[in-house]
């Protein structure tokens, strides 16, 4: 059996009131062609198809257009649960429907484990689904006491409980697998995820997964990564999109699992192409550096975070004309330099005469000194040092 993992759609999530829908319809259409070209026997989504317990309508179109696609319209399996961000009962609502086109829509944590035959390999997907198990969601209170350690005890207790009920629904001759949207403890986080703990308690041990199960498909961390320390292949897929700036740099893929029953999984990752590419920029030589940028057609497809280093007040005027040139400016920061990184700035290794070329363009706005102002401010410069050397 060829499973696909993928989790963390967030549809509908915005950058700085920026929209990415289209990113995001273009990352349906190339995971689309991947389920497809790879030939895929079933599709598991680990949570967190939207970014809110209320999405726009646009958002949920996307979703269920994309599962009908992903599904073939009944012929492949797709199963989705709910993450933190999902409303469970809104995502279920449709489940009775979904379900007559082989599309398996969990909102609530329970201890069923689901039985799905898949017809391209005629094998049995034994599937341990945890939807998102906060609190409220399993409707019980796991301590009244503000002991961060005992919670963090009994959530871990209570999960590994629930893991462990549906562990014995497991078979030889089937294909075993877990579920779940949760946070394991030693993940590596960013940003763009909202806590699903608090203060760290609501996290749980890589040893309260089903011991059956062949692999463990996660999903709440947007960071592609292997869970360390599991007793079986365990893993978030990550999201397919870089949702934050603390994100540049994460390469963005879906994972692909080879399985057959009572047979170690292969595991292997399918990168993602779509999506602009978040990047900082850090203009060290001022406002002139940023244009000279913007000119080269630096990172021309991304959005950027972007911070200028500055000795006066950036005006309203040059950020709107910034942004005015290049759309995808999301954040611009004036990094002001007090008197003492000057200072700092001017004792390195730096020639002089480069700091003031960087201070006149910064000052006229990309202009270049001429070899005679160079020389004249050196002059000076001598002049000065002398005037210092008699007091």
């Known amino acids: 059996m060829r499973i696909l993992h993928t989790a963390d759609w967030h549809l509908g999530k915005t950058l700085e009131g920026r929209s990415r829908f289209s990113e995001q319809e273009q990352f349906i259409d190339e995971l689309v062609t991947i389920v497809e070209k790879e030939r895929v026997d079933a599709v598991l989504i680990a949570g967190d198809a939207f970014d809110s317990v209320n999405p726009p309508a646009l ?4 979703f269920y257009e994309s599962l009908a696609r992903l599904s073939d319209y009944g012929k492949r399996p797709v199963i989705v649960i709910a993450g933190n961000h999902d409303h469970p009962d809104r995502l279920s609502a ?8 082989s599309i398996t829509l969990l909102g609530l944590p329970t201890t069923d484990v689901q039985a799905i035959y ?9 599937l341990a689904a945890l939807p998102y198990p ?6 019980e209170l796991l301590s009244s006491e503000n002991d961060e350690r005992l919670l963090r005890e009994r959530y871990d207790e209570k999960v590994r409980g629930i ?3 549906m562990n014995e629904s497991f078979r030889h001759d089937t294909v075993n697998v877990a579920m779940s949207h949760l946070y394991v403890a030693g993940g590596a986080t960013s940003d763009s995820e909202r806590p699903i703990e608090m203060g760290g308690a609501y996290t749980v041990s890589p040893e309260s997964f089903p011991s059956q199960a062949q692999y ?14 599991a007793a079986m292949p365990a893993r978030y897929s990550g999201s397919p999109l870089a949702y934050s ?3 540049v740099g994460y390469s963005k893929s879906v994972t692909i699992v080879d399985v057959r029953p009572k047979e170690q999984a292969i595991i292997s990752e399918i990168p993602l192409s779509c999506g602009r590419p978040l990047v900082k920029w850090k203009a060290t030589e ?3 550096q940023v244009y000279r940028w913007i000119e080269e057609g630096k990172d021309r497809n991304a959005w950027i975070d972007l911070e200028i280093d500055v000795e006066h007040s950036l005006p309203i005027e040059e950020i709107h004309r910034l942004r005015k040139l290049y759309d995808g400016f999301v954040n611009i920061r004036p990094n002001y330099l007090t008197k003492e990184e000057i200072k700092t700035e001017a004792r390195s290794n730096v020639p002089i005469e480069t700091l003031f070329e960087r201070f006149y363009e910064r000052q006229t706005g990309g202009a270049k000194p001429t070899a005679e102002l160079v020389q004249l401010f050196l002059e000076l410069l001598v002049d000065e040092d002398e005037d210092g050397d008699e007091e």
């Open 245 to 247: 700036f603390s994100e």
């Open 59 to 62: 958002a949920e179109q996307l």
């Open 216 to 229: 463990v498909a996660l999903g709440h961390l947007h960071r592609p990564q292997y869970v360390k320390h």
């Open 163 to 165: 893991f462990a009920m």
């Open 118 to 126: 898949v017809p391209s390999c005629d094998e049995t997907l034994m």
């Open 286 to 288: 001022g406002i002139a």
């Open 134 to 139: 906060s609190e409220s969601r399993l409707a």
């Open 94 to 101: 449709a489940a009775t429907l979904a379900a007559k086109h």
